[in-house]
């Protein structure tokens, strides 16, 4: 799902990919940060992570819950940084 990208919905997400993503003028969509989250406290989203995505210009964060269990979690993550960096290159 996207959401706008703010602190009560961050509180809500667990076991999942979020993505922060700005948009340019023309209303395409570019990814800022993306994180693998879990159902501990520890690895929820934390504020600092927010607070870095905004001043990247990021407005609003997609939410993917297909990925089954941490480790494709972060496979995910590390695959879509991978893809964002070349995208920046």
Do not use: C, F, Y
Not at 61 to 85: I, K, S
């Amino acid at each position: 799902g996207v959401h706008e990208l703010a602190e009560p919905d961050l509180a809500e997400v667990d076991e999942a990919v979020v993505i922060a993503v700005r948009r340019d003028e023309a209303g395409i969509a570019q990814a800022v940060s993306i994180a693998a989250t879990g159902k501990g406290p520890r690895e929820r989203l934390h504020r600092n992570w927010l607070a870095r995505a905004r001043q990247e210009g990021a407005t609003e964060m997609h939410v993917h819950r297909l990925a089954e269990g941490e480790t494709e979690r972060r496979a995910v993550v590390l695959d879509l940084a991978a893809d964002t960096e070349q995208g920046n290159a």
